[in-house]
């Protein structure tokens, strides 16, 4: 199946600091990519859809200045969180979907936890 | 009305059981049936995929779409410890836009 990878897996930082977080598929191109945000134990929360090239678009609620999302390739998106505070702690996942194929490859997580 | 209704469980069975996760909708353009499973602190993992209705098995899973009742389900026969784990139902029509259920905590005891 497709492979998703993210970077980093774990990462922990001081409030009101930026942080990072790639996203690549390593074996498809992803015309689309998502980002989610998932509380312990409870569902995937869509925060945005972004297609290569494009400006991403955000769900509801979701401020756009804060978690900034950058698709610059078919096989790289990014999340910046910008001056993170520790509500944004969460499991942050990332998901590629190839043009033509209907379905999504997660990568597998990444765990921001601002202290 | 949610686009997709998912019992959360928790769901608990003994080693060798049968399973069976559903999951509702109501949006009748939905033409794309998923089902992930997600281990505790890991991304979802892609199990089954369906186009339109019918069945679709795979080893010890099955997975069921009936769009006439606008219902989908996924059977895990000879159910194992290392099946425990939440299972989520995705759907989508485009292919663009993605809907999940809110995901069943299944726990198979030995």
């Known amino acids: 199946g497709a492979v998703v990878s993210q970077h980093p897996s774990w990462v922990i930082c001081k409030s009101g600091t930026s942080v990072k977080i790639e996203c690549r598929s390593l074996d498809f191109q992803a015309t689309t990519m998502f980002w989610y945000r998932q509380f312990p134990k409870q569902s995937l929360m869509l925060m945005a859809t972004s297609n290569e090239g494009s400006k991403a678009t955000y769900e509801q609620g979701v401020e756009k200045d804060k978690f900034l999302i950058n698709h610059a390739s078919l096989t790289l998106s990014t999340l910046t969180v910008t001056s993170a505070h520790p509500e944004d702690s969460s499991f942050y996942i990332c998901s590629g979907a190839a043009g033509g194929t209907d379905t999504q490859y997660f990568g597998p997580g990444t765990r921001l936890t601002v202290l | 009305q949610k686009e997709v209704e998912q019992d959360p469980g928790p769901l608990s069975v003994p080693e060798g059981a049968i399973v069976s996760l559903n999951c509702t909708y109501s949006?009748?353009?939905?033409?794309?049936f998923m089902w992930y499973r997600q281990y505790s602190r890991k991304g979802p993992e892609l199990l089954m995929y369906t186009y339109s209705s019918g069945n679709k098995e795979d080893g010890r899973f099955t997975a069921q779409v009936d769009k006439s009742s606008k219902y989908i389900s996924l059977f895990i026969r000879d159910s194992q410890p290392s099946d425990s784990a939440t299972y989520l139902c995705?759907?989508?029509?485009?292919?663009?836009?993605?809907?999940f259920g809110t995901g069943t905590s299944l726990t198979v005891i030995p």
């Open positions: 995705a759907m989508s029509d485009t292919g663009n836009q993605f809907y």
């Open positions: 949006n009748s353009a939905f033409q794309y």
